[in-house]
């Protein structure tokens, strides 16, 4: 099965990588710190629109099988 992820999560992953990357060529470690966090909730706001973003694109799709199905 082939997963496709949304240009939302795409985003906010492209987002958490940048952020990783200036936080590993950082010499201060508490903003290193700062940034890491904030790319780890960038993963997850990634995680949470690719599923709610999925959810969306099945349900049109279920919606009109239940209707043809009750046809």
Do not use: C, N, W
Not at 19 to 33: E, F, P, V, W, Y
């Amino acid at each position: 099965m082939m997963v496709q992820i949304s240009h939302r999560a795409k985003a906010y992953f492209e987002t958490a990588r940048t952020l990783l990357r200036a936080a590993q060529t950082m010499t201060d470690s508490a903003i290193a710190g700062q940034l890491k966090a904030l790319a780890d909730d960038y993963e997850r706001r990634a995680e949470r629109a690719s599923q709610v973003d999925a959810a969306k694109a099945l349900s049109p799709s279920s919606a009109g099988a239940e209707r043809e199905s009750r046809a």
